[in-house]
C-alpha cells in the first residue's frame, strides 16, 4: 500500500513500533464507509486509506483496561507476517482514534460465505482452506502466539477463495498466559473468579474441553477449534445444529442442550459435531485427521507441523483423484453444458431411472409374470380401456409424471398404471417413472404382486438416493440441502384381481355399482396415524402456516419415494389395498392431489357420468375441471374402464 510512516511511528505511549506499518497516520488520509460487522467489543468498517479500500476495525474502548488491550493486540499485530494471516497495513494508535486498518478481504468471512450464501466447496477447496489456516496457525504457534478464536467468522475469504486468519483481539503470547496462571496458583491456591472469566474466552462451540474445564489455552486448543471449523466447513452445518443428522446432533437438538448443557456434554461424553459423512467425498485421511484434532486429550492431537505435513500429503491424493473422476465423469456425461451449476438441472432424470432399470431387468428371459398360482381363478375378467391426462396447471413447472402399461410384458390380462407427483424439482417424479415398472416387473416373476409391489417402491427409492449421492459425491450436483421426492400411486390388475399400492397423496378411487370405493388412502401429516408414525420415527411434525408438516423442509406427504432428509420416517413403503374386480366395476380414476384439492370422489363420478364414455376424454374433462375451480397445482389423471364401454354410452 506503499503509506508514508512519520517518525517516529509509535503509539501514542511509545510500546508499540513498527518498521512497515504506519501507527499514526494522519485523519485525512482515512475514512470510514459503512460498518461491515458489529461485534461487542468492536466494530468493523468498509473503509478507504488513501483511497484503497481496507477493513477498519474500531475497538469498543469503555476502560482503561480495554486500551491496554488495544496496545497489546497492537504490538501483537506488528509483529506478524505471513500471508495467510490478514495483513495489517496501517493504524491510528492515538487519541481520539484508535484503529487498525487491515487489507480488505473481498469474499467475506467463512461462516457468512457457508450459511449466507450456501456455498458447497469441492474437496479440493475445503483442503486448501485447510492448509491455509493450518500454516497460519503454525507460524503464530511458533512464534509463541495462541489464537484462541478459530472458528469460521474470523477466516476471510479473498477473491481467490484463499483463507487469511483474523482478529486477533484474543491472540495472546503463550508465556503471558502462562504467568497469568502461575500468579494466581501463588496467591490464592487456586484459580480465581475473575482468572476464569478473562481465560475461559472464545466461542463456546469451538472451545476445546480443557477450555470449557476452565483450563489454560494452548496450542493445541487451537488445533481443537481448527477441527470444529474443517468439520463445518465439510459438511456445511453449524456444529450442533443439524437437524438431519442422526445420533449426536440428534439429541443436542431434541433436549435443545442449554450452554451448560452442551459444555457438560462436550466435557464428559466427548460430544462432537456430526463427522462429514465419507459419502461426501471427503477423503477417509482427512475424516481421521479431523477426529485426531478433536481428541479429549490436547496431547494425542497433532501438532500444526504434523498437520500441515498430513494435509500436504492429502492435497496431492485429492488433486490425483480429482483429475481421474472429472475425466471419467466427462466420459459418461453427454449434455453439452459444462457448468457445474447447471449440472443438477441437466441431468436427465428419465434416462438414469431408464439405465437402471435395463440393468434390473438383464435376465429375466422365458418367466412368468405373476403364473396364476398368484390369483385365484374366477370366470370374470375386466375389459379394459385406458388414457390420460396430464397438465402443468397455473405452475411454471410441471413435476407430474406417469406411465400406463397395459398388457405388461405382452401379458394380455397383466396391466399397471402409475402417477409421481414431484416436489422439491421433478428429479424423482422423472426417475420413478422409468424405474418403478422395470422393478415391479421383476419382482413380479418371484414375488405376489402386492410383495412385488412394495419391493417395486422400496427399490424405486433405495436406487434413486444412491443416484444422488452418487451425483453429490462426483459433484455433478452441488446444491446444498435439494433432497427432492415424489409421491406415487400404481395400480395393478392381474386378471380380475387390482391391487393398488400408494405412497403420498396420489388417490386411487373405483366407480362400483355406481358409487366412489377408495383404493387408496392419502399419506399426509394431517392424518394421524401417520403423524404419529413419523413422530415416532424421529422426525418432527408441525402445525406450520395452514397444515401439519413434517420436519424442516415441511412437507405435507408422510410417504415418499426420495426426500432423503426425511428417511427413514418419510418412508417409501406403499400401503397396499386389493379387491376382486366384477362386473359392479366400471372405471377406475387415479390422480395426483392437484385433481383431488378441489373435486370430491363423489364429484369425479358424476363428472365421469356426464361425459362421452372415452378414459382419454373422461381424462382431460376432469383435469381441466379441476383447473377451472381453482386448482393451483400440476394435474395428471388416469381413467381405466373395466367393462366394454356400449357405443351409446360413447357418445353419451
Ligand atoms: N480485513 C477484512 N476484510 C473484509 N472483512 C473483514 C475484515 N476484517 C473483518 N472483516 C469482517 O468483519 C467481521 C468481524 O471482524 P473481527 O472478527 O475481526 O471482529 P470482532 O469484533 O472481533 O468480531 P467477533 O469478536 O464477534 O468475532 C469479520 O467476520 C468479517 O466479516
Ligand atoms: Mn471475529
Ligand atoms: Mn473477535
Not at 44 to 66: F, M
Not at 457 to 485: C, N, Y
Not at 520 to 546: F, T
Request: charged letters at 25%; hydrophobic letters at 40%.
Amino acid at each position: 500500500m506503499g503509506m508514508e510512516i512519520m517518525e517516529p511511528n509509535t503509539c501514542v505511549r511509545g510500546c508499540c513500533t513498527s518498521g512497515t506499518v504506519p501507527l499514526h497516520i494522519p485523519a485525512s488520509s482515512f475514512s470510514l464507509l459503512s460498518p461491515i460487522a458489529r461485534g461487542s467489543e468492536s466494530t468493523v468498517y468498509d473503509a478507504r486509506v488513501n483511497g484503497e479500500r481496507v477493513a477498519a476495525k474500531k475497538p469498543v474502548l469503555s476502560t482503561s483496561d480495554d486500551l491496554d488491550k488495544f496496545h497489546y493486540q497492537l504490538q501483537l499485530l506488528c509483529e506478524l507476517d505471513h500471508p495467510r494471516l490478514a495483513k495489517l497495513v496501517a493504524a491510528h494508535a492515538r487519541p481520539p482514534n484508535y484503529m487498525f486498518f487491515f487489507e480488505f478481504y473481498e469474499s467475506r468471512n467463512l461462516a457468512e460465505k457457508l450459511h449466507v450464501e450456501e456455498w458447497s466447496p469441492s474437496i479440493e477447496q475445503v483442503v486448501r482452506i485447510a492448509c491455509d489456516l493450518a500454516k497460519a496457525l503454525q507460524y503464530l504457534h511458533n512464534i509463541g502466539i495462541v489464537h484462541r478464536d478459530v472458528k469460521p467468522a474470523n477466516v476471510l475469504l479473498d477473491k481467490t477463495l484463499h483463507a487469511h486468519l483474523a482478529d486477533f483481539g484474543l491472540a495472546t503470547y503463550k508465556k503471558d498466559l502462562k504467568r497469568v496462571s502461575a500468579e494466581n496458583w501463588k496467591s490464592t491456591g487456586k484459580p480465581t473468579g475473575g482468572f476464569h472469566k478473562r481465560n475461559m474466552v472464545g466461542t463456546l462451540i469451538y472451545m476445546a474441553p480443557e477450555i470449557l474445564r476452565k483450563d489454560i489455552h494452548t496450542e493445541k486448543s487451537d488445533v481443537y477449534s481448527f477441527a470444529i471449523s474443517i468439520n463445518e466447513l465439510l459438511t456445511g452445518v453449524v456444529p450442533y445444529t443439524d437437524l438431519r443428522a442422526e445420533a449426536q446432533a440428534h439429541t443436542v437438538l431434541e433436549m435443545t442442550y442449554t450452554e451448560q448443557q452442551l459444555t457438560a456434554a462436550v466435557v464428559s461424553e466427548g460430544l462432537r459435531p456430526v463427522l462429514a459423512h465419507p459419502d461426501s467425498g471427503a477423503p477417509p485421511s482427512l475424516l481421521s485427521l479431523i477426529r485426531k484434532c478433536w481428541d479429549p486429550n490436547p496431547l494425542s492431537r497433532p501438532s500444526f507441523e504434523e498437520i500441515v505435513n498430513e494435509l500436504n500429503i492429502i492435497s496431492k491424493q485429492v488433486k490425483k483423484d480429482s483429475t481421474l473422476s472429472l475425466s471419467s465423469s466427462l466420459d459418461n456425461f453427454e449434455t453439452g453444458k459444462t457448468d457445474p451449476l447447471h449440472y443438477q438441472e441437466s441431468l436427465n432424470w428419465f434416462r438414469q431411472g431408464e439405465q437402471l432399470a435395463r440393468k434390473a431387468n438383464s435376465d429375466s428371459s422365458n418367466m412368468t409374470l405373476w403364473p396364476s398360482s398368484f390369483t385365484d381363478s374366477s370366470n370374470y375378467f375386466p375389459t379394459l380401456s385406458w388414457g390420460s391426462f396430464a397438465t402443468c396447471g397455473r405452475r411454471e413447472t410441471m413435476e407430474d409424471t406417469h406411465f400406463m402399461l397395459p398388457q405388461m410384458c405382452d401379458k394380455k390380462d397383466v396391466h399397471a398404471f402409475g402417477i409421481f407427483d414431484g416436489h422439491r424439482g421433478a428429479a424423482a417424479a422423472e426417475f420413478s417413472v422409468r424405474a418403478l415398472p422395470a422393478f415391479l416387473q421383476n419382482s413380479g416373476y418371484t414375488c405376489s404382486p402386492a410383495e412385488a409391489l412394495t419391493e417395486a417402491f422400496v427399490k424405486t427409492d433405495m436406487a434413486f438416493r444412491d443416484e444422488l449421492l452418487l451425483h453429490r459425491k462426483s459433484k455433478k450436483i452441488i446444491q446444498k440441502d435439494w433432497h427432492p421426492g415424489c409421491t406415487a400411486v400404481t395400480a395393478l390388475i392381474v386378471r380380475n384381481k387390482l391391487f393398488v399400492a400408494n405412497a403420498g397423496d396420489c388417490r386411487t378411487i373405483l366407480s362400483r355399482a355406481g358409487k366412489p370405493f377408495a383404493m387408496s388412502k392419502d399419506h399426509v401429516a394431517s392424518c394421524p396415524d401417520e403423524r404419529a408414525r413419523v413422530v415416532n420415527d424421529g422426525i418432527e411434525v408441525k402445525w406450520q402456516v395452514d397444515t401439519w408438516r413434517v420436519g424442516p423442509a415441511a412437507l405435507q406427504v408422510t410417504r415418499s419415494i426420495g426426500d432423503d432428509d426425511l428417511k427413514p420416517a418419510v418412508t417409501a413403503r406403499p400401503e397396499i389395498t386389493e379387491t376382486s374386480l366384477s362386473a359392479d366395476d366400471e372405471f377406475l380414476v387415479m390422480a395426483s392431489d392437484g385433481l383431488w384439492d378441489v373435486l370430491s370422489n363423489e364429484d369425479v363420478l358424476s363428472i365421469i357420468k356426464d361425459t362421452v364414455k372415452e378414459p382419454g376424454m373422461c381424462s382431460k374433462r376432469l383435469a381441466t375441471e379441476a383447473a377451472e375451480r381453482g386448482s393451483k397445482d400440476n394435474i395428471t389423471v388416469i381413467v381405466v374402464f373395466l367393462r366394454p364401454v356400449s357405443t351409446a354410452e360413447r357418445i353419451y
